[in-house]
């Protein structure tokens, strides 16, 4: 973005800061952050936050070839915002054997999958030994396959279980074949919001910990914010600001993905929802303040695929997978996309029309194929 157009579309003395601060790859301040939130210049917040998009990933938007395996919804843990737990028993319950899970990944052998994303409960009865040997036995069948697998909320209950600390833990997986975890179970990071809303989960200092270890031993993660329910403002600025502070430590993030509330089948639903105008702002206000996690994802079994590409332009540059429709966590809490599946054709489609450069990639954004 040229200066020149920012100077004449900026009349905002926070704008033009910001604007100078990107330019010349300066942090922005949490006052600055939180101006950001409370603005309502939708169109000056994506011009800003593309700013910060062009300057890591140009034109470049990224997509893989995955599928997920959601092992089971029975959970130890009772969050209020969750949609997708269910007692032992309950309609609606599943509970997959290993055997059944290798049946799913059978199905893609041969398909060009290159990752294979797998979180679900807290198992009361799965340790860290069964997770393991889930893992070797999915390697088994698909070699090539990056895994990515279970949240810091189930790691923290597996390792415990199986009584290792976090470091030995992580090694048993990574021996085992994990290659990376993914981001879930962050939700907010305050002490204060998540006793309300999930107060059995690991803490945030647990959370924090287990990608510090995990990143400490090459093994690569993502981060998220779950954002839109009873949060303000301020709690946002502080759960980006102690993720940026650990990627400063660390770097092992590699993508940031914000997860709207949804507001269905879940105790928390007479909050309602936030709007398009706030799902497109936050995107924006945290790419600018993440300034050192690469990539932001726009989620798309979440949002919906055209907010998703919509996001594109509001700093996300990663669409995530083609999915498959192997994963029902947002559509059990009201997703519109109820069976979430992706052609790569319809991917390269959908983010060539949204103005981008589609850029299929593996796992840890090396270049599979440019289109
Ligand atoms: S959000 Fe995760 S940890 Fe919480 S109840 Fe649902 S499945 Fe369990």
């Not at 003395?13 to 600055?32: C, G, H």
């Not at 140009?58 to 959970?75: Q, S, W």
């Not at 962050?186 to 002490?191: C, K, R």
Request: glycine residues 6%; aromatic residues 8%; contains cysteine.
């Amino acid at each position: 973005m040229d200066s020149k157009i920012l100077d004449q579309l900026l009349h905002n003395n926070l704008f033009r800061t910001v604007a100078d601060k990107i330019q010349n790859n300066i942090r922005i301040s949490s006052e600055e952050g939180l101006a950001l939130y409370e603005s309502n210049q939708i169109a000056v917040l994506g011009l800003l936050a593309n700013m910060k998009r062009e300057r890591l990933n140009g034109k470049n938007a990224y997509f893989n070839r995955n599928f997920h395996i959601e092992p089971t919804n029975i959970c130890l843990h009772n969050c209020k915002f969750c949609s997708y737990r269910r007692k032992k028993n309950e309609e609606g319950v599943w509970d997959y054997s290993i055997d059944d899970m290798l049946n799913i990944c059978r199905k893609y052998v041969g398909q060009g999958i290159t990752e294979v994303h797998i979180v679900g409960g807290v198992h009361p009865d799965h340790n860290l030994e069964y997770n393991a040997e889930l893992i070797r036995e999915v390697k088994k069948i698909l070699p090539n396959a990056h895994v990515k697998a279970f949240t810091a909320v189930e790691l923290d209950y597996m390792i415990k279980q199986s009584g290792y600390d976090w470091a030995e833990g992580l090694q048993h997986l990574k021996e085992a074949g994990l290659d990376s975890i993914p981001g879930g179970g962050a939700e907010i990071f305050d002490e204060k919001i998540r006793a309300e809303i999930c107060e059995q989960k690991s803490q945030s200092a647990t959370w924090l910990g287990i990608h510090e270890a995990a990143h400490k031993q090459d093994i690569p993660s993502n981060a998220t914010m779950l954002y839109g329910h009873i949060e303000s403002y301020a709690h946002r600025i502080d759960h980006l600001n102690r993720l940026r502070e650990l990627q400063d430590k660390t770097g092992g993030f590699n993508a940031f993905i914000p997860l709207k509330y949804k507001k269905y089948h879940n105790s928390m639903r007479q909050i309602g929802e936030v709007s398009v105008v706030e799902v497109l702002k936050n995107f924006a206000v945290c790419r600018i303040i993440l300034d050192n996690i690469p990539h932001i994802k726009s989620y798309w079994p979440m949002l919906g695929k055209e907010l998703a590409a919509i996001a594109l332009s509001f700093g996300a540059d990663d669409m995530d997978g083609t999915i498959d429709d192997t994963t029902k966590i947002y559509s059990m809490a009201g997703a519109e996309e109820t069976n979430p599946a992706l052609t790569s054709d319809a991917m390269v489609c959908m983010i060539k029309e949204a103005g981008f450069i589609p850029i299929e990639r593996d796992s840890v954004y090396n270049v599979v194929k440019n289109y």
